[in-house]
C-alpha cells in the first residue's frame, strides 16, 4: 500500500514561507492527480491545492490563490506546496492525498502524520 510522508512544517511569522514537501512510495504515484489538504483545530479537512498526474493542471482554493504553489516531481514520487505571504488563518496540519476534483481519493492511500503549519501574527 502507498504511504504518504509529509514534512518541511513549522513555526513562522506572518507575511513568511515555508515549503511542505510529500514523499509517497509506491510505483502508482505517477498515474494521479495529487493534492494538499489542511485540518484547523475544531475545523473539518480542507481542500488547499492539486496538480494533475502530467503537472500541466493546476487548482487552488480561493484562500490560498495567489500565494501558494503546487508542485510535482514524478520521478522522485513527491508533491511539494510552496507557501509565500501566510496568515494566521493558515495555521493547520498540513496532509496531502491522490485527489478526485477537490477530494481526497480514498483508494490511494491513507492519510499521512500530516505537518504542523503555525503562523503567527
Known amino acids: 500500500q502507498v504511504q504518504l510522508v509529509e514534512s518541511g512544517g513549522g513555526l513562522v511569522q506572518a507575511g513568511g514561507s515555508l515549503r511542505l514537501s510529500c514523499a509517497a512510495s509506491?510505483?502508482?504515484?505517477?498515474?494521479?492527480?495529487m493534492g494538499w489538504f489542511r485540518q484547523a483545530p475544531g475545523k473539518e479537512r480542507e481542500f488547499v491545492a492539486a496538480?494533475?498526474?502530467?503537472?500541466?493542471?493546476?487548482y487552488y482554493a480561493d484562500s490560498v490563490k495567489g500565494r501558494f504553489t503546487i508542485s510535482r516531481d514524478n520521478a522522485k514520487n513527491t508533491v511539494d506546496l510552496q507557501m509565500n505571504s501566510l496568515k494566521p488563518e493558515d495555521t493547520a496540519v498540513y496532509y496531502c492525498?491522490?485527489?478526485?476534483?477537490?477530494?481526497?481519493?480514498?483508494?490511494?492511500?491513507?492519510w499521512g502524520q500530516g505537518t504542523q503549519v503555525t503562523v503567527s501574527s
Open positions: 492525498n491522490a485527489v478526485l476534483g477537490e477530494r481526497p481519493h480514498s483508494g490511494f492511500a491513507s
Open positions: 509506491g510505483h502508482t504515484f505517477s498515474n494521479y492527480d
Open positions: 496538480i494533475s498526474w502530467s503537472g500541466y493542471r493546476l
